[in-house]
């Protein structure tokens, strides 16, 4: 079983729509959550980062972590064509440990068309 | 402008030919990483550095070797060894005493001749 599952989709939605991207993972010891946007032919940006459990939210985008179902989710709202992407969940345990390794999804592919 | 830049943007390699990506930071960062990226399989992480001369393998180290002399700095040589080297190469970075959020560059693509 890998560390991290994410449904690559692909994930096709019109203009306006809640998007809603999740991953799950087996590890418990992780404790830092992350949602990386990666456009084509790019590099990962960083969209959300999360520690430990509850949502967080900026602007359009919410993160929502569950520890106890090992259940990450973002949510998209009034979702445009420019978020047209693939989006990465991402996450790590304790520093000391992972010594700052990340693990991550494979990435769901979302195209927002007009 | 600061950054990690990855060069050169386009690399195409010969068969038998060791090749060369750059990755060179100027974050100050402690920690480097490179990964590997295929179609549909994510970022599977092939070497990373948190200090200057030294670095551990990552989940996929064979058929590829690194060095780190220099703080700024973390190049990857794909060799000969590496019989489906073809993918998108990605560097990254994190300051490991702060909130330790990875940051990338924007890759390499790599291409077999």
């Known amino acids: 079983q890998k560390e991290v599952e994410q449904d690559p989709g692909p994930l096709s939605v019109p203009e306006g729509a809640i998007v809603s991207l999740n991953c799950t993972y087996s590890n418990s010891a992780f404790q830092y959550f992350m949602w990386y946007r990666q456009y084509s032919r790019k590099g990962p940006e960083l969209l959300m980062y999360?520690?430990?459990?509850g949502n967080k939210e900026d602007g359009r985008f919410t993160a929502q972590v569950d520890k106890s179902s090992k259940y990450i989710s973002l949510f998209i709202r009034d979702s445009q064509p420019s978020d047209s992407a693939t989006y990465l969940c991402?996450?790590?345990?304790?520093?000391?440990?992972?010594?700052?390794?990340?693990?991550f999804g494979r990435g769901t592919q979302l195209t927002v068309w007009p | 402008d600061g950054g990690i830049t990855q060069s050169p943007k386009y690399l195409f390699r010969k068969e038998g030919q060791n090749v060369t990506l750059s990755c060179e930071q100027n974050?100050?960062?402690?920690?480097m990483y490179w990964y590997r990226q295929d179609p549909g399989q994510g970022l599977r992480l092939i070497y990373y550095?948190?200090?200057?001369?030294?670095?551990q393998k990552g989940d996929i180290a064979e058929g590829y070797s690194v060095s780190r002399e220099k703080k700024e700095s973390f190049p990857l040589t794909v060799t000969s060894a590496q019989k489906n080297p073809t993918a998108f190469y990605l560097c990254a970075s994190s300051n490991l005493a702060g909130e330790d959020i990875q940051y990338f560059g924007a890759g390499t693509r790599l291409s077999v001749l």
């Open positions: 550095s948190q200090i200057v001369n030294d670095f």
């Open positions: 974050l100050n960062h402690d920690a």
């Open positions: 999360t520690y430990s459990s």
């Open positions: 991402a996450m790590s345990g304790n520093r000391g440990s992972t010594l700052g390794r990340l693990y």
